[in-house]
């Protein structure tokens, strides 16, 4: 019922830039937290950066100053703006959204995933 697709993953050089999209769809009440996790093979899924339906952002600090997340609430997408890419940065990167739908039940969605690779 409810659907996260992403868009905007690829592969940079170091120093590049890519911004990632995350489209939420279907019967939502309300969006309370959107945010960006990343994996790589064989280590946990890690939290990037998270935006509060009040606007307030938090970022890990491998990732802080180089990254922003923001939102358009009106279309029910967060954005990843991601500049001074690093190899360290390749992951697959996932949305994720707490969210309700008409029971107003929060819940934790997950997008399909997106591969960013950073490599000269």
């Known amino acids: 019922q409810v659907q996260l697709v992403e868009s905007g993953g690829g592969l940079v050089q170091p120093g590049g830039s890519l911004r990632l999209s995350c489209a939420a769809s279907?019967?939502?009440?309300?969006?309370?937290?959107m945010g960006w996790y990343r994996q790589t093979p064989g280590k946990q899924r890690e939290l990037v950066a998270t935006?509060?339906?009040?606007?307030?952002?938090s970022y890990a600090g491998s990732v802080k100053g180089r990254f922003t997340i923001s939102t358009d609430n009106a279309k029910n997408t967060v954005y990843l703006q991601m500049n001074s890419l690093k190899p360290e940065d390749t992951a697959v990167y996932y949305c994720?959204?707490?969210?309700?739908?008409?029971?107003?039940?929060?819940?934790?969605?997950w997008g399909q995933g997106t591969q960013v690779t950073v490599s000269s």
């Open positions: 279907g019967s939502i009440f309300s969006i309370y937290v």
């Open positions: 994720n959204a707490v969210l309700s739908v008409s029971d107003r039940t929060p819940r934790s969605y």
């Open positions: 935006v509060i339906s009040d606007g307030r952002t």
